[in-house]
């Protein structure tokens, strides 16, 4: 779960405390957003109001503008002040966001005439290693490293990366070559589309199979500036937004808000996890109806909180473990069945399996490396069509918060490795399998149309 300083105008928008409720309420993992245009002390500040604890005589010191920025404990005693005397301990970190794309007049060297961000350079070496000396000088990368890891050495500060590192002014490039060998993460914002294809069959055909070439091909786009300027260190690599449309006015068909979402944000999170990405951020959690009535959110904001279809994409791949495991498949993962193995623990594995035609599939479904299969339980997440509005939990439209009132169903699977299950169309289904005792050494699912 992603934070920044709250939006103006977004009277719903989180603030600091907020953000510590809503990821203990998720038991999620965090990431915030220091501002670049802010100093580095004051970056080092936020590092202490979530992790640090009220004892910490750590000195933040006086930034460049002659601002005191106290201790480390000062800023956790203002966070216990707001009711979360323990921290939070955000270990993930991003400097700035889409700095790349800085409006013109905010910043020089490279900035585009279409810029959407407010920063003082578009230059990806500045951006690392500052410009400027005295009360004008502006911190870059290395700078905001160093005084957020005095507070806390465990952080990562991630930097703003391009998925192609030559455009806007070659910013990748340049980023990878001033900090390639020190920098904690690099950070893509890969969508999939500036525009969408059409809500037809066609438009989505195009959407479903865009997963299974988008995140692989931006990995290996990566590797040669990596090789080329980084001595060959590839950086940990993070998706801090993903998500159809890149922006919102363009989705005129709300493509986001249908059925056809889900699919592709399942698949999105299968890919990035065969592909290596170390997280990925969809976004966003929630963000509020455009004009033209699409939203990037999960949740949707406008009086109340329904959850749209990508939604349950995360609630079935929370339930997949942590372990992804190898799996063979005759079915063409682009158009047809795409499939995800994974293991809970030693004797309970399961298969997340996407379903993109319009027809039920029927598979038969061999585990090896088991002695024995004990049965299963399934749960689906299911629309009528890609371009469907709304989708089902388990047949349920709108369960539970808790989803306690649309449980899995209970399937046999026969003793032996080998059993059928019919897929629905337009849909993911995970299949939880008790086994015996796991073999991790034989242990290969096969599945076959």
Same mark, same amino acid.
């Given at each position: 779960m992603a934070g920044a300083l709250p939006c103006p105008g977004l009277g719903w928008a989180a603030r600091p405390s907020d953000f510590i409720g809503a990821v203990r309420a998720m038991h999620a993992e965090a990431l915030w957003i220091v501002n670049v245009?802010?100093?580095?002390?004051e970056a080092a500040?936020?590092?202490?109001?979530?992790?640090?604890?009220?004892?910490?005589?750590?000195?933040i010191t006086v930034d460049l503008h002659g601002t005191d920025w106290y201790t480390a404990g000062h800023w956790a005693a203002l966070r216990a002040a707001h009711g979360y005397p323990e921290p939070l301990s955000i270990r993930y970190w991003e400097f700035g966001n889409e700095v790349y794309g800085g409006k013109?007049?905010?910043?020089?060297?490279?900035?585009?005439?279409?810029?959407?961000?407010?920063?003082?350079?578009?230059?990806?070496?500045? %951006?690392?290693? #500052?410009?400027? &000396?005295?009360? =004008?000088?502006? +911190?870059?990368?290395?700078?905001?490293? /160093?005084?957020?890891?005095?507070?806390?050495?465990?952080?990562?500060?991630?930097?703003?990366?391009?998925?192609?590192?030559?455009?806007?002014?070659?910013?990748?490039?340049?980023?990878?070559?001033?900090?390639?060998?020190?920098?904690?993460?690099?950070?893509?914002?890969?969508?999939?589309?500036?525009?969408?294809?059409?809500?037809?069959?066609?438009?989505?055909?195009?959407?479903?199979?865009?997963?299974?070439?988008?995140?692989?091909?931006?990995?290996?786009?990566?590797?040669?500036?990596?090789?080329? %300027?980084?001595? #060959?260190?590839? &950086?940990?690599? =993070?998706?801090? +937004?993903?998500?159809?449309?890149?922006? /919102?006015?363009?989705?005129?068909?709300?493509?986001?808000l249908r059925a056809g979402n889900a699919l592709y944000t399942a698949d999105s999170i299968g890919q990035m996890a065969q592909s290596d990405y170390d997280f990925g951020l969809q976004w966003d959690l929630a963000n509020g109806t455009e004009s033209n009535g699409t939203d990037y959110g999960l949740l949707r904001m406008d009086g109340g909180t329904t959850r749209t279809p990508a939604y349950y994409a995360f609630a079935l791949w929370s339930r997949f473990g942590d372990t992804l495991l190898p799996v063979a498949s005759s079915a063409n993962a682009a158009t047809d069945l795409s499939v995800y193995a994974g293991r809970v623990n030693s004797t309970t594995v399961t298969l997340l399996v996407i379903n993109k035609t319009s027809t039920p599939l029927t598979a038969t479904i061999t585990i090896s490396g088991?002695?024995?299969?004990?049965?299963?339980?399934?749960?689906?997440?299911?629309?009528?069509?890609?371009?469907?509005?709304?989708?089902?939990?388990?047949?349920?439209?709108?369960?539970?918060?808790?989803?306690?009132?649309?449980?899995?169903?209970?399937?046999?699977?026969?003793?032996?490795?080998?059993?059928?299950?019919?897929?629905?169309?337009?849909?993911?289904?995970?299949?939880?399998?008790?086994?015996?005792?796991?073999?991790?050494?034989?242990?290969?699912?096969?599945?076959?149309?």
């Open positions: 245009n802010s100093t580095s002390q500040a936020a590092v202490a109001f979530f992790n640090a604890r009220i004892t910490d005589t750590t000195p013109p007049g905010t910043g020089a060297n490279g900035c585009q005439t279409w810029g959407w961000e407010t920063s003082w350079t578009c230059d990806g070496g500045e %951006y690392i290693n #500052g410009i400027g &000396a005295g009360a =004008a000088r502006h +911190e870059g990368y290395l700078e905001f490293r /160093a005084a957020m890891r005095a507070v806390d050495p465990t952080v990562q500060l991630g930097v703003a990366g391009t998925t192609d590192p030559a455009t806007y002014n070659n910013w990748g490039a340049k980023v990878i070559a001033a900090a390639g060998s020190v920098m904690d993460f690099y950070v893509v914002h890969p969508y999939a589309y500036d525009t969408p294809p059409a809500n037809n069959a066609s438009g989505w055909a195009q959407v479903l199979g865009k997963p299974q070439t988008h995140w692989s091909g931006i990995r290996a786009a990566l590797q040669p500036a990596f090789s080329l %300027y980084a001595g #060959g260190r590839a &950086a940990p690599l =993070a998706a801090t +937004e993903y998500n159809i449309v890149s922006a /919102a006015p363009y989705d005129t068909e709300q493509m986001m088991v002695r024995s299969l004990l049965g299963g339980t399934a749960s689906a997440v299911t629309g009528a069509g890609p371009g469907a509005l709304a989708v089902a939990y388990n047949g349920v439209s709108n369960p539970a918060s808790d989803l306690s009132d649309a449980p899995p169903t209970p399937f046999a699977t026969g003793a032996g490795p080998t059993f059928t299950y019919l897929f629905a169309p337009t849909s993911v289904t995970l299949l939880t399998i008790r086994t015996g005792t796991l073999d991790r050494r034989l242990y290969l699912p096969t599945i076959r149309r």
